[in-house]
């Protein structure tokens, strides 16, 4: 099961946050090479105007600059420090786990030892090796009483 795309909850956590007012203002910052004027005027709230410019690839994962601007553009400077607070997050969590997002593992998870490798490809190999070894350093015995 997947879950929701942090970004999103980022687009809903500052929409949440903002007046109908502010939505207004926002739509005037937004230019027409970036949402059509009939698009824009159907976007009555912030999220969806957020979305529709993730969607034209404006902001995006690694890039929320467009979001930050928008955000300082109606004065909202509190909302550009959760953004760039999300963004400290998310390169934190790509560091801990090797450059990719990955979710964060509980130390009382169950899982078995061959679960906890990252991909299909690691759990062959893995595998492979529980099995390979034992015999090989039998052999290995065997031939060197």
Not at 39 to 52: G, R, V
Not at 105 to 111: E, L, S
């Amino acid at each position: 099961m997947t879950g929701i795309d942090p970004l999103r909850k980022l687009f809903r956590q500052i929409s949440k946050q903002l007046t109908k007012s502010e939505v207004s203002d926002l739509k005037e910052c937004i230019t027409a090479d970036q949402i059509s004027a009939s698009t824009l005027e159907s976007l009555d709230k912030a999220s969806a105007i957020f979305i529709e410019l993730q969607n034209k690839g404006l902001i995006k994962h690694g890039d929320l600059q467009l979001l930050k601007d928008l955000l300082s553009e109606i004065q909202r400077h509190p909302l550009v420090e959760t953004v760039e607070r999300f963004e400290r997050e998310r390169k934190t969590e790509r560091h801990q786990f090797g450059g990719t997002s990955r979710k964060r593992r509980n130390d009382d998870d169950d899982d078995s030892d061959d679960d906890r490798c990252r991909s299909t490809p690691n759990k062959k190999l893995h595998r492979f090796y529980e099995t390979l070894l034992p015999v090989w350093a039998q052999k290995v015995k065997d031939e060197n009483p």
